[in-house]
């Protein structure tokens, strides 16, 4: 047949890699004249038209244009049946079989018909119309020619209705208009654009992605006289990426914090950003204020608390947060927790109770201009069901899809596991502040020997409650005892130690030890704490919380690991009679001493280590101060912060110190308004104490002789000086106690003895002599000659003791006085701190 036959079809044949035909289709027949029978199993040679010898034939293919490329095309001439030549565009394919290790050419070629006829028009038309990608002409002014089928359905309009606008004019949209001015710059230079528009046109529920190209169209001339725009609908891909990006952002978002409030509400914002267009989420609330039950499913109906919404102002939900609402079964979220499951529904008069009509709309579709699309999802984590996230969609939107609930469970499930873990945290920590706060000293009792004020803020929720306390310990001979620590870590177990070095420093306040000797024995304390901690979790391994996936908080990187026991602790010894200072610290940070004048430095004491490292000595320092000076004491949560290092932290404190206040309490709340003007990153824990002087005349002292006859002197100058302070009734007790310990003095002691009397809030009777040996209470047998002295002491007052001395001890015994009010002129006020 003539190549230039009227009728089109492909001629095919299978050529091996000898050169033998092994396939003849009935084109090829038509085309050449050869049957099958008459060509497979021949020399492809046959078909050439040129005239080939013997060899020739055989050689095939070595002659053949493709025999060593992978694919060739071009114009060969064949010899019909008839003699004929006849010239043929071919497309030959070198196929490989592997598994033979064999080839052969596929050679193809497709004959044509020759000039178009009314039926190719036609078909070219239609195919035009009915393209399955959405198509439109412009012309060289930019306005609509000609548009097939898809581009009318994805616009809303017909050919008709949008012929001679512009892209821009038919959908006004940012990105029509850019694409327009993309559709000139093809125009002016020829070159294709590509581009991606994102809009919502009449009528549509969501935005629809289309992938756009504009290729220049081209007369005779060359010239570019129009534009095709093809527009491919990539609207579910678009909507999947989005998706993705949603929950990502969900995945970083939600969870930034250990607070269950804001957790919730961060759920509920993310939801705004593609899912919803609002949101809220509510939580069960326990009958009996215990833990939430486990299992899928609630009995209904259910009371839910109300914990977060957005946006802010919404009407279709009425709750504020905190609010607490019952749900009855048939509501959207009671079935969603009775059955376990998400459920989604068209709710057309929304109200507090989220009651919603019998048709529910899973697959999809626009809702009513009067109604709501909502979906219920439970929120669950770690087997125990938390509450609800509701997502809704006002009018014009469509329903929620498959997609959409897949999206809103994966969000919702990361939110409950960061609110489980809130919630559990917030447990913890409660329980913590509750314990640590059940340690702290709740009020300081009003001391004789110095004023105080003190202020204990608890970390912020990602750092969770810590281990600082402070204390005001009155001490024998009207002294008093200021402590302030810093048990390192957070939690139930640093306050649980925090409480145990609390009361152990208050044992060994009441021995009277010296602040060195007292830090040396909690020292050892914390190291035997440190061992049974060590062996209580050997071989445990733990997760909290889950908080980063791994147990890890990244706010809480430097966290001890378990077992880890230390702390530090300044321990000062106020002596208002002699207005001296004894003062040891193990790590603490320095104190601040404030002059009346105002003059504000650090004391410089011995740093000492911190406790629990032991075989360390610690050093005591004594300092005097000045009548109405001030002492401050704190931990280094009040100067350390992120943003600031601990020298810019004493700066600011030392700042804060001079101002002029007039009370204890106007200085602390200066300094935590300076230093911390946000919640604290750590525990802080502030004392400060102003010392007060005890006036000489409240104190009397008499060195005594060593004989037993100088009792009776003693005796006497005791009821002297009780006579001259109005304390007559005192008389007799007093009398009884100096005449014992100044006996047992003089008996088993040795010299120099001295007895002295302290008028102060209580009556003090202190007797001191040069020996170590420290008397001990027993009680006395029948026919024992003494032994009864101490007994008697200890009945008629209510405290005895000793403390040691640099030369010797100090036994005294203090008498509750008939007027509890003392006499205040027995401590000397010093004036204000700041004030002129």
């Given at each position: 047949?003539?190549?230039?036959?009227?009728?089109?079809?492909?001629?095919?044949?299978?050529?091996?890699?000898?050169?033998?035909?092994?396939?003849?289709?009935?084109?090829?027949?038509?085309?050449?004249?050869?049957?099958?029978?008459?060509?497979?199993?021949?020399?492809?040679?046959?078909?050439?038209?040129?005239?080939?010898?013997?060899?020739?034939?055989?050689?095939?293919?070595?002659?053949?244009?493709?025999?060593?490329?992978?694919?060739?095309?071009?114009?060969?001439?064949?010899?019909?049946?008839?003699?004929?030549?006849?010239?043929?565009?071919?497309?030959?394919?070198?196929?490989?079989?592997?598994?033979?290790?064999?080839?052969?050419?596929?050679?193809?070629?497709?004959?044509?018909?020759?000039?178009?006829?009314?039926?190719?028009?036609?078909?070219?038309?239609?195919?035009?119309?009915?393209?399955?990608?959405?198509?439109?002409?412009y012309d060289s002014d930019r306005r609509l020619r000609r548009a097939n089928e898809e581009m009318e359905r994805a616009l809303g309009l017909t050919q008709a209705e949008m012929r001679g606008l512009r892209v821009s004019e038919i959908v006004p949209h940012p990105d029509l208009e850019a694409t327009d001015k993309a559709m000139r710059e093809v125009l002016e230079t020829g070159s294709p654009q590509h581009r991606e528009n994102v809009f919502r046109t009449p009528g549509q529920g969501r935005h629809q992605a289309w992938a756009v190209s504009l290729a220049p169209m081209r007369d005779?001339?060359?010239?570019?006289?129009?534009?095709?725009?093809?527009?491919?609908?990539?609207?579910?891909?678009?909507?999947?990426?989005?998706?993705?990006?949603?929950?990502?952002?969900?995945?970083?978002?939600?969870?930034?914090?250990?607070?269950?409030?804001?957790?919730?509400?961060?759920?509920?914002?993310?939801?705004?950003?593609?899912?919803?267009?609002?949101?809220?989420?509510?939580?069960?609330?326990?009958?009996?204020?215990?833990?939430?039950?486990?299992?899928?499913?609630?009995?209904?109906?259910?009371?839910?608390?109300?914990?977060?919404?957005?946006?802010?102002?919404?009407?279709?939900?009425?709750?504020?947060v905190d609010d607490l609402t019952t749900y009855p079964e048939d509501s959207l979220q009671g079935e969603c927790l009775a059955t376990g499951r998400t459920i989604s529904?068209?709710?057309?008069?929304?109200?507090?109770?989220?009651?919603?009509?019998?048709?529910?709309?899973?697959?999809?579709?626009?809702a009513p201009r009067s109604g709501f699309h909502l979906l219920a999802v439970p929120m669950r984590a770690r087997g125990v069901t938390l509450g609800v996230a509701v997502f809704g969609r006002r009018r014009l939107q469509e329903a929620f899809d498959p997609d959409d609930l897949l999206l809103a469970e994966e969000m919702t499930a990361r939110a409950a596991l960061c609110i489980d873990n809130a919630r559990r945290y917030s447990r913890e920590r409660s329980t913590a502040l509750t314990l640590q706060r059940s340690l702290l000293p709740r009020r300081?009792?009003?001391?004789?020997?110095?004023?105080?004020?003190?202020?204990?803020?608890?970390?912020?929720?990602?750092?969770?409650?810590?281990?600082?306390?402070?204390?005001?310990?009155?001490?024998?001979?009207?002294?008093?005892?200021?402590?302030?620590?810093?048990?390192?870590g957070h939690g139930v177990q640093a306050s649980a130690t925090m409480g145990r070095l609390r009361t152990a420093v208050r044992t060994l306040a009441d021995v009277d030890l010296s602040p060195d000797e007292l830090l040396t024995h909690l020292d050892d304390l914390?190291?035997?704490?440190?061992?049974?901690?060590?062996?209580?979790?050997?071989?445990?391994?733990?997760?909290?919380?889950?908080?980063?996936?791994?147990?890890?908080?990244?706010?809480?990187?430097?966290?001890?690991?378990?077992?880890?026991?230390?702390?530090?602790?300044?321990?000062?010894?106020?002596?208002?009679?002699?207005?001296?200072?004894?003062?040891?610290?193990?790590?603490?940070?320095?104190?601040?001493?404030?002059?009346?004048?105002?003059?504000?430095?650090?004391?410089?004491?011995?740093?000492?280590?911190?406790?629990?490292?032991?075989?360390?000595?610690f050093e005591s320092v004594e300092v005097e101060l000045d009548e109405g000076s001030l002492l401050v004491l704190y931990t280094d949560g009040l100067i350390e912060a992120r943003d600031r290092d601990m020298d810019q932290g004493l700066d600011m404190l030392r700042q804060a110190l001079a101002r002029p206040t007039r009370s204890l309490d106007e200085v602390c709340d200066t300094v935590l308004g300076a230093l911390l003007p946000d919640r604290p990153q750590d525990d802080v824990a502030l004392l400060i104490a102003r010392p007060r002087a005890l006036d000489a005349g409240h104190v009397?002292?008499?060195?005594?002789?060593?004989?037993?006859?100088?009792?009776?002197?003693?005796?006497?100058?005791?009821?002297?000086?009780?006579?001259?302070?109005?304390?007559?009734?005192?008389?007799?007790?007093?009398?009884?106690?100096?005449?014992?310990?100044?006996?047992?003095?003089?008996?088993?002691?040795?010299?120099?003895?001295?007895?002295?009397?302290?008028?102060?809030?209580?009556?003090i009777c202190e007797v001191s002599d040069a020996s170590n040996t420290a008397p001990h209470l027993r009680r006395a047998r029948i026919f024992?000659?003494?032994?009864?002295?101490?007994?008697?002491?200890?009945?008629?007052?209510?405290?005895?003791?000793?403390?040691?001395?640099?030369?010797?001890?100090t036994i005294w015994a203090e008498q509750a006085l008939p007027d509890a009010e003392p006499d205040h002129g027995a401590m000397r006020e010093g004036a204000p701190y700041g004030k002129p």
């Open positions: 047949m003539e190549n230039d036959t009227a009728i089109g079809y492909t001629a095919t044949a299978v050529i091996d890699a000898r050169g033998t035909v092994t396939s003849w289709g009935a084109e090829a027949h038509r085309l050449l004249g050869y049957t099958a029978a008459e060509v497979v199993g021949r020399s492809a040679a046959l078909l050439l038209a040129e005239d080939l010898s013997e060899p020739e034939l055989l050689s095939l293919a070595d002659r053949v244009p493709w025999a060593d490329q992978v694919r060739w095309h071009g114009t060969v001439r064949l010899r019909h049946r008839d003699g004929r030549t006849v010239e043929a565009g071919v497309l030959v394919h070198h196929r490989l079989f592997y598994s033979q290790g064999e080839s052969d050419w596929l050679v193809v070629s497709p004959v044509a018909g020759g000039t178009s006829s009314p039926e190719d028009r036609e078909f070219l038309e239609r195919a035009f119309a009915q393209q399955s990608c959405a198509i439109a002409i005779a001339d060359g010239e570019v006289n129009a534009v095709c725009l093809s527009a491919h609908d990539e609207t579910r891909q678009y909507w999947a990426r989005q998706r993705l990006q949603l929950l990502n952002e969900a995945s970083a978002t939600i969870g930034s914090t250990l607070d269950v409030v804001r957790t919730a509400q961060e759920l509920a914002d993310v939801a705004l950003r593609g899912l919803a267009d609002f949101a809220c989420v509510e939580m069960l609330t326990p009958r009996d204020g215990g833990e939430p039950t486990s299992g899928s499913r609630t009995v209904t109906p259910v009371e839910l608390r109300h914990l977060a919404h957005a946006p802010e102002s919404c009407p279709e939900i009425p709750s504020t529904g068209l709710v057309t008069q929304p109200d507090s109770t989220g009651s919603r009509s019998s048709d529910e709309h899973p697959e999809g579709g626009a300081l009792a009003p001391q004789a020997a110095v004023e105080v004020a003190s202020r204990y803020l608890p970390a912020g929720a990602r750092a969770g409650v810590g281990g600082d306390w402070f204390d005001v310990i009155p001490l024998s001979g009207a002294r008093v005892a200021l402590v302030v620590g810093d048990v390192v914390v190291t035997h704490l440190a061992d049974e901690a060590a062996d209580a979790v050997d071989g445990d391994s733990g997760d909290s919380y889950g908080v980063d996936g791994d147990g890890s908080d990244p706010d809480l990187a430097d966290e001890p690991a378990a077992g880890d026991v230390g702390a530090t602790c300044l321990y000062a010894v106020y002596d208002p009679v002699s207005r001296r200072c004894t003062l040891a610290r193990a790590g603490h940070p320095l104190p601040f001493t404030v002059t009346p004048e105002g003059a504000v430095s650090l004391l410089d004491l011995p740093a000492g280590p911190p406790l629990g490292l032991g075989s360390l000595p009397a002292t008499w060195d005594i002789p060593a004989d037993p006859a100088a009792v009776a002197q003693a005796r006497k100058n005791a009821s002297a000086q009780l006579a001259e302070w109005g304390l007559e009734e005192a008389v007799f007790t007093t009398e009884l106690v100096v005449s014992e310990l100044v006996t047992n003095a003089i008996r088993h002691a040795e010299p120099p003895i001295q007895l002295r009397l302290i008028h102060d809030r209580t009556l024992d000659e003494g032994g009864r002295g101490l007994l008697l002491v200890a009945q008629l007052t209510q405290g005895w003791g000793t403390r040691q001395s640099p030369i010797g001890k």
